[in-house]
């Protein structure tokens, strides 16, 4: 049991939890992947998506998914440096190429990989795993893979973002100086009340 990753029990668990508590979604299940097609966009919508997504998210981006990876990957895996180049590269490749086929904006995050880390994860390989499972449960389910994850109990998202939380947390006891510490503490005070992470930082 040691070696099973706690929240694909977790996951399991919530999903009997979703038929339980609404039946209907088993009936409503087709099989088959759906249909896929290149979206085609206008100049207008390139203008409008650079605008108001690329420009105000890069920032963010760059901090959250390049930055943070890279110094909690070599804080939970000393020794093993990753490349915020290859990092970055690996961002921009999957929403360059996603982006045709629909696909929402996203990148690696440290929250993923803390959550990873804290429910089991120790090397690429669980990763890999995920990418193969989803890939198979869509090509299998298709659109009725969002009616049955739409069901999900979100109490069970929200201890298991709790918990990922914490072993983000658990990064700050190498703050070294009382100034790092302060700062910190700013910036997370700021982000909380005024739900505004552009202010914190």
């Known amino acids: 049991m040691a070696l099973l990753p706690t929240a694909l029990v977790i996951f399991f668990f919530g999903i009997i939890v ?25 100049r207008h919508a390139w203008k409008e998506g650079f605008v108001k997504g690329t420009i105000p ?4 981006t760059v901090l959250n998914s390049v930055i943070s990876v890279c110094k909690l990957s070599s804080d939970l895996f000393p020794g093993k440096e990753l490349s915020a180049i290859l990092v970055s590269m690996t961002v921009g490749i999957m929403n360059v190429v996603g982006c045709w086929f629909g696909a929402v904006p996203s990148c690696h995050g440290a929250g993923g990989l803390a959550a990873h880390y804290k429910f089991g994860g120790r090397s690429g390989g669980c990763v890999a795993f995920l990418g193969v499972a989803k890939l198979g449960l869509d090509l299998a389910l298709g659109t009725s893979l969002v009616k049955i994850l739409s069901q999900f ?13 914490i072993e983000l947390t658990m990064t700050s006891r190498k703050l070294s100086s009382v100034e790092d510490s302060f700062v910190m503490l700013i910036c997370t005070v700021v982000s909380l009340v005024g739900s505004d992470t552009v202010l914190g930082f």
Do not use: E, Y
Request: proline share 10%; net charge positive; glycine share 10%.
């Open 57 to 60: 998210q890069l920032p963010l």
């Open 18 to 42: 979703a038929f339980i508590k609404r039946p209907k979604v088993l009936s409503d299940i087709k099989f088959g992947p759906s249909s896929m097609h290149v979206v085609q966009f206008s």
């Open 153 to 165: 109990p979100i109490g069970f998202l929200g201890v298991m973002l709790f918990f990922a939380g």
